[in-house]
């Protein structure tokens, strides 16, 4: 449609199932890069993604025709058959059910892209339950314990 403008940042989060630490170094590179052409193929722009052994992040200018929800759909089931036809994980991997999806302005974009690329500086502090539970609080989203990931202390 004529003159019809849209900017929207989402900011995703997901996690392998149970947040097992299955997402490997000599490997999180490439998935990275996997990923980064499934986003690129459904027209969103990745401007960071970030993955340490337990979660992964990304951060997209968002193509308004696409559902956010297909996206993330489409990215765990694509880079999940990927991780297992390359014989990646020595572990049966799958990611976890649900994903956070945030927004942020403009204004914001220097702010996340340097927090995702520095999520391992970053997780020399905090760990990904304190990290996550912040970025809710920080969202004023009511979340159910129950429907939250899965988190073990014992990690």
Same mark, same amino acid.
């Given at each position: 449609?004529? =003159? ?13 199932? =149970? ?9 999180? =590179? ?23 052994p337990d979660h992964m992040h990304i951060f ?56 995702v690329l520095n999520q391992e500086q970053h ?10 539970l912040e970025i809710l609080r920080k969202n ?16």
């Amino acid at each position: 449609m004529a =003159n019809t403008y849209s900017q929207s940042y989402f900011h995703l989060i997901f996690s392998p199932k =149970n947040r097992h630490a299955l997402i490997q170094k000599s490997w999180k =590179n490439e998935l990275e890069k996997y990923i980064t052409g499934i986003v690129q193929n459904n027209k969103h722009k990745l401007l960071a993604i970030g993955s340490m052994p337990d979660h992964m992040h990304i951060f997209i200018g968002y193509n308004l025709n696409h559902r956010i929800c297909d996206l993330v759909e489409e990215i765990k089931t694509s880079s999940n058959k990927w991780i297992k036809d390359n014989r990646l994980s020595t572990f049966k991997f799958e990611w976890q059910r649900g994903y956070g999806a945030f927004t942020h302005s403009h204004s914001q974009l220097d702010a996340i892209i340097k927090y995702v690329l520095n999520q391992e500086q970053h997780h020399k502090k905090k760990t990904f339950k304190e990290e996550y539970l912040e970025i809710l609080r920080k969202n004023d989203i009511k979340y159910n314990d129950d429907y939250l990931f899965d988190f073990f202390d014992n990690f």
